[in-house]
């Protein structure tokens, strides 16, 4: 472990161009009461703006939207604490996968033009 860092391990995959996942490791300054949706937000504002996830939460874990598997464990990331040195492993964890860790919520839209339309959306960025 790092102390002040948090390494963080995602498993990546855009369906679009990619064959099969593919894993990304990163080193995120440990700041009080970090989460894991913000490092999340620290990597794609710092290192990578193609990182797909959930950026808009409820904050208070009460919608489900920025669920992830946590080192083998479904977990909400607004809702899950990191300790400085932690090491973390980030999958997607469920359902059709959009772009890396942004899958297709259980009831929602998984219609494939509704899917290449978020897609596309996203590459304007």
Excluded at 37 to 61: A, M, S
Excluded at 74 to 81: F, I, Q, S, Y
């Amino acid at each position: 472990m790092t102390d002040g860092k948090v390494v963080v391990r995602i498993e990546r995959l855009n369906p679009d161009t990619d064959t099969s996942p593919h894993w990304e490791t990163f080193e995120v300054p440990y700041e009080q009461r970090h989460s894991v949706l913000t490092l999340l937000h620290y990597i794609y504002e710092n290192y990578d703006r193609t990182l797909g996830y959930r950026p808009y939460t409820c904050g208070r874990g009460l919608c489900n939207s920025c669920q992830v598997s946590i080192d083998g464990k479904v977990r909400k990331g607004c809702a899950t604490p990191i300790a400085a040195g932690s090491e973390i492993e980030l999958r997607p964890c469920h359902g059709v996968v959009i772009r890396d860790l942004a899958t297709v919520l259980r009831g929602g839209p998984d219609e494939p033009a509704i899917l290449a339309e978020w897609r596309r959306a996203g590459d304007d960025e």
